[in-house]
């Protein structure tokens, strides 16, 4: 099967089986978020996270300021961009220039303000969507007119509504080419499953069987991102409710979906540890 690999930003960001696994740390804004332990209550606290975050091999920085879990209390735009926006200042002023920030969201408003303050520090953007563009369409028009990098989540009609690969593959074909048919480059476009209980039909087998077979994303020939730390189908299959201690599955789960594909990894631990069990798992794939 064709190789996967691409460059973003004048190749200041290269991703791919080529390439090393690149971590995307969590900066998590959310105090409605399912883990608790995640949530940065102050810009020490915050600047304090990303400066660790690079000194471990942090090469992106996923920034969200509003809960997708779906039983999350919901929080309005405006409440979203009084979060984002300071702490995407303080993050420009504090990141060299080589570290991307992603920005966690579903509405074109909080990528436009997001966006000028990058433009305003000279930094690189792209945008994490876990609706693929059905909550706000117009946030596509936007990411089209700047040519912005965007990560597009497996969804249908809300959030994470897919439950298989088969059906994730059908739906990400569709939105790659309705966003090519508008003139968008499809190579600017990273692609997550969706792993997690996002409806109730949703089962933690479905998503053992979506890590187990990630490998049959690479026909779409789009880097892969998994977003699995801390989630609740640890919890389940090891019998632990409580995220705060999920670290030792989320850490297996993320060899195991680097051994069968996954480019970029969201999560809320950079740490050494998980660079030595990324390293494992990228050479045993490499000699596979």
């Keep these: 099967m064709k190789e996967i690999n691409t460059s973003l930003f004048n190749a200041s960001l290269q991703i791919g089986d080529d390439h090393p696994t690149i971590i995307m ?8 978020s399912f883990y608790k332990g995640s949530v940065y209550e102050n ?3 915050l600047e304090k996270s990303v400066k660790n975050m690079i000194n471990n091999g942090a090469k992106m920085l996923d920034l969200g300021a509003r809960s997708t879990a779906p039983w999350s209390k919901s ?12 702490a995407m200042n303080l993050i420009c002023k504090h990141i060299p220039k080589e570290i991307i920030v992603s920005i966690d969201t579903q509405y ?3 990528a436009e303000k997001s966006h000028e303050i990058a433009l305003k520090y000279e930094r690189n953007m792209v945008i994490n969507d876990v609706s693929c563009l059905k ?20 969804s249908r009609k809300i959030p994470g509504d897919l439950l298989t690969v088969d059906k994730i593959i059908d739906q990400f074909k569709t939105s790659i080419y309705e966003l090519k048919n508008k003139g968008y480059d499809e190579n600017l476009i990273i692609l997550d499953p969706g792993i997690g209980k996002w409806i109730k039909e949703k089962t933690h087998d479905h998503d053992l069987k979506i890590i187990g077979n990630l490998e049959t994303l690479r026909i779409l020939s789009k880097p892969i991102l998994v977003a699995i730390s801390r989630k609740s189908f640890i919890g389940t299959t090891l019998n632990i409710p409580e995220p705060e201690n999920r670290l030792n599955g989320t850490l297996a789960a993320t060899v195991i979906a680097i051994y069968n594909g996954a480019h970029i990894i969201r999560t809320h631990d950079v740490n050494a540890q998980l660079l030595e069990m990324i390293k494992m798992a990228e050479e045993i794939r490499r000699n596979k």
């Design 135 to 154: 909550t706000d369409p117009s946030l596509a028009d936007f990411i089209i007119d700047h040519e912005i990098p965007i990560i597009l989540m497996a």
């Design 108 to 110: 074109s408003s909080v």
């Design 75 to 86: 929080i309005i735009v405006e409440e979203e961009l009084e979060r984002i926006i300071p």
């Design 25 to 32: 740390g969590v900066l998590n804004l959310s105090p409605e």
């Design 43 to 45: 810009p020490k606290m």
